[in-house]
Every structure is written in C-alpha cells, then in structure tokens.
C-alpha cells in the first residue's frame, strides 16, 4: 500500500510484514499521483509516482527499503494531475492540457515519451484511466465531458 501528499514524501505499508518505508523528498514538489505498474522496462512491481514538480519517478520496491533514488525519471511538460499505468501503457494528463504517453514494456525507455498530445477536450484535464488491455485511454475535464483516444 502506498501513500503520498503535499509534503513531498511517499509511504510504503508491507501489509505481511507492517512494516513502513517513506521516501523523504520524493519530488521536488507535491505528489500528485501514485500508480503500481507490474512491470516497467522488464522490472516488476514498480510505483510510478507523479508529482507537481512536472515529473514521473518510477521507484523499485524488489530491494531495500526505502530505495535509494528513483530508477528512472520521465519529465513533464507541466505539471502532473492525474495518471493511470495498464499493461505496457503509462497515461499522465497534466496542466495545460497536455496527455503524456510512455510505454513501459521490456526493452522501450520509459523515461522518455512515446507520445505527446494534446488533450481532447477543451477544459482542464481532472482524470485519466487506460483501457485494460493498454489499447488506448479516456480522459475526464472539470466540467464533466469524456474523451476517448
């Protein structure tokens, strides 16, 4: 189980063990979004996390606890406020509009772009959810419309 919030930081419950790991000064401003992907480039069990400091860190929760750094880092064009990781596809939606598309599957780079777009809708973006089978997404505005890619 993971949290995160306002002040930076993210926390890690082992629900075996209760035990509880926190990643201090996770992003460089707060933490927006949190997502387990099962796997990102051939790792498994990753947490993405997406914060306003217009980044994605993907952390490796397989070794020591807390870990000692992010295994990777995606930038962002803005900041980060909703996110949703299915199969090999990582969706950001972030201020301005902007959709973020990664792919997370054994041999790509998540930490760069697959695909920059941007949103459907003319309103700030409020959620995002990938499809189930990674094939595409639909992203929600503030003032209640659906778009679907």
Known sequence: VASAGADKTIRILDLPSMQTAVIRDAHAAPVRCLRWAQQVAGVPNVLISGGWDRAVRYWDTRGPMPPAGPMGVLQLPERCYAMDAQG??????????????????????????????????????????????????????????????
């Open 88 to 149: 090999a596809l990582l969706v950001v939606a972030t201020a301005e509009r902007h959709i973020v598309l990664a792919d997370l599957s054994p041999g790509a780079n998540p930490c760069a772009p697959s695909r920059t777009l941007p949103s459907p809708l003319k309103m700030q973006t409020r959620t995002v959810a990938a499809y189930p089978d990674g094939s595409g997404f639909a992203v929600g505005s503030v003032e209640g419309r659906v778009g679907l890619q």
